[in-house]
């Protein structure tokens, strides 16, 4: 009875609940599985990606450069606090990952990279890199 | 049970419940496209005057046309929803009872369809010859 009332305490006292679930991001997509990954072993060509991964979230340099991105999504958090402060829902989000895929000028992949970042910008940079070249 | 030992119990029930690390997402079991539903898609018959007609503008295209890339966003039954169609930039496509739409980039500027629920997310591929013949295609599940 005392462990109840202290859950019921702690749930009532923090103003804070968690509810997990585990989805994709909406937007993103499920991360590829090893079966379609194995394609980038080979040497694959952007017709085999694409018949593997489906189309690409951003495609740059002509083509040449394919990024996928997938991102999951661990649970809601609710929050409120008393006396009229803040309160809201806020997803708890999973790091965002990219695939990037360079091909080369006959349309054969190159070069195969997951990176793993919080923000866009860092794969946007690496685009320029590669428009650069 | 003490006060402390409770607490202590809280305190680990609440650790654990953030650091679990759940299983990868495994593409739903529940199959929404009946075969049927893209039956008019054969390799070595259909061309790409006749899926640019059932399905509209690809999402993506590339190698000038060579291949072809649909986002089909499936939303379950809508009865309310008239045959395929052309509207508000987007291609609807509904038929055995489901409606799907293809993402393009100008959907994103609809307001109406980023509100509409979904339930499937599909990539379908198509890959053409020189003549323009479907020569392979995949209808592959993207979400969730």
Same mark, same amino acid.
């Given at each position: 009875?005392?462990? !109840?009332? *202290?859950?019921?305490?702690?749930? !009532?006292?923090?103003?804070?609940?968690?509810?997990?679930? &585990?989805?994709? /991001?909406?937007?993103?997509?499920?991360?590829?599985?090893?079966?379609? =990954?194995?394609?980038?072993?080979?040497?694959?060509?952007?017709?085999?990606?694409?018949?593997?991964?489906?189309?690409?979230?951003?495609?740059?340099? @002509?083509?040449?450069?394919?990024?996928?991105?997938?991102?999951?999504?661990? +649970?809601?958090?609710?929050?409120?606090?008393?006396? +009229?402060?803040?309160?809201?829902?806020?997803?708890?989000?999973? @790091?965002?990952?990219?695939?990037?895929?360079?091909?080369?000028?006959?349309?054969?992949?190159?070069?195969?990279?997951?990176?793993?970042?919080?923000?866009?910008?860092?794969?946007?940079? =690496?685009?320029?890199?590669?428009?650069? @070249? | 049970?003490?006060?402390?030992?409770?607490?202590?119990?809280?305190?680990?029930?609440?650790?654990?419940?953030?650091?679990?690390?759940?299983?990868?997402?495994?593409?739903?079991?529940?199959?929404?496209?009946? %075969?049927?539903?893209?039956?008019?898609?054969?390799?070595?018959?259909?061309?790409?005057?006749?899926? *640019?007609?059932?399905?509209?503008?690809?999402?993506?295209?590339?190698?000038?046309?060579?291949?072809?890339?649909?986002?089909?966003?499936?939303?379950?039954?809508?009865?309310?929803?008239?045959?395929?169609?052309?509207?508000?930039?987007?291609?609807?496509?509904?038929?055995?009872?489901? =409606?799907?739409?293809?993402?393009?980039?100008?959907? &994103? %500027?609809?307001?109406? /369809?980023?509100?509409?629920?979904?339930?499937?997310?599909?990539? =379908? /591929?198509?890959?053409? %010859?020189?003549?323009?013949?479907?020569?392979? &295609?995949?209808?592959?599940?993207?979400?969730?």
């Amino acid at each position: 009875m005392r462990t !109840l009332a *202290a859950l019921a305490a702690a749930a !009532l006292g923090s103003g804070c609940l968690y509810v997990p679930y &585990h989805a994709a /991001v909406p937007g993103s997509r499920l991360a590829p599985d090893e079966q379609s =990954l194995d394609v980038l072993r080979g040497a694959a060509t952007r017709e085999e990606v694409l018949l593997r991964l489906g189309e690409p979230d951003w495609a740059a340099s @002509r083509d040449r450069v394919f990024v996928y991105t997938w991102q999951s999504e661990w +649970g809601t958090v609710l929050y409120a606090s008393p006396y +009229g402060g803040p309160a809201g829902v806020e997803p708890v989000r999973g @790091r965002k990952h990219f695939l990037v895929l360079e091909f080369d000028e006959a349309g054969l992949l190159q070069r195969a990279e997951t990176k793993t970042a919080f923000r866009t910008p860092a794969v946007q940079e =690496l685009l320029r890199d590669i428009d650069a @070249r | 049970m003490s006060a402390v030992t409770s607490a202590l119990v809280i305190a680990a029930a609440l650790t654990l419940s953030c650091a679990h690390t759940p299983s990868r997402l495994q593409p739903s079991a529940k199959a929404l496209l009946p %075969d049927e539903w893209l039956a008019t898609i054969q390799d070595g018959v259909t061309t790409r005057a006749g899926v *640019a007609t059932d399905l509209g503008q690809p999402t993506v295209w590339f190698e000038g046309g060579r291949i072809f890339a649909y986002r089909l966003i499936v939303e379950g039954t809508r009865a309310s929803y008239p045959a395929s169609e052309e509207r508000h930039g987007t291609f609807f496509i509904s038929g055995a009872n489901l =409606l799907a739409w293809v993402a393009r980039k100008e959907s &994103h %500027d609809v307001p109406l /369809v980023w509100e509409l629920s979904r339930d499937a997310e599909y990539a =379908l /591929v198509l890959v053409f %010859d020189d003549a323009g013949t479907l020569r392979r &295609h995949v209808l592959k599940r993207i979400l969730p």
